[in-house]
């Protein structure tokens, strides 16, 4: 329905904070006591229940893992090695406060050599799309026309 009118949305039985209802969209905050788990989504309201989405919360690991593979992706697409990087170690350098769909990290190779790579969550893809890697500052990277914001051009 187009108000929220007593509806709720739900992460299998815990209620999530509703920030705005519309007819064709919910916007939610995810409870922040969730651990990394798969949960069943629903909405409920006095006309019944929704059907179940799947939403996965993985743990900080997990999502660095996958940050990791998109460095190691797009580092093979410029025809740079990846060998050895099973054993390269990841580490969160920032998330952008401006738009957390940005991040820096920082690899560390087994010779303790190091190199950073600007990503950004590719909504399209579901999945993380490192931009560059090398130092800062990371000027001249666009992602969709909007340029890296302006919190981690120097980080």
Known sequence: GKTQDGGKVLFGTQAAQVEAWSD???????PANLKANTYGVTVENAAGKS???IF????????LDAQ???VISYLQSKGESTAGSEQWKIALVKRSAQ???WE???ITLPDDKT?????VFNNMLGDWECLATGEPPWSGIE?????VPSDLQKV
């Open 56 to 63: 996965k919360i993985g743990s900080e690991e997990d999502k």
């Open 24 to 30: 064709t969209s919910i916007t939610i905050k995810v």
């Open 143 to 147: 992602f969709k026309g909007q340029p």
């Open 115 to 119: 190199f950073e790579a600007v990503l």
């Open 51 to 53: 059907n179940e989405a």
């Open 104 to 106: 820096v990290v920082k």
């Open 68 to 70: 990791k593979q998109a």
């Open 99 to 101: 738009d957390p769909s």
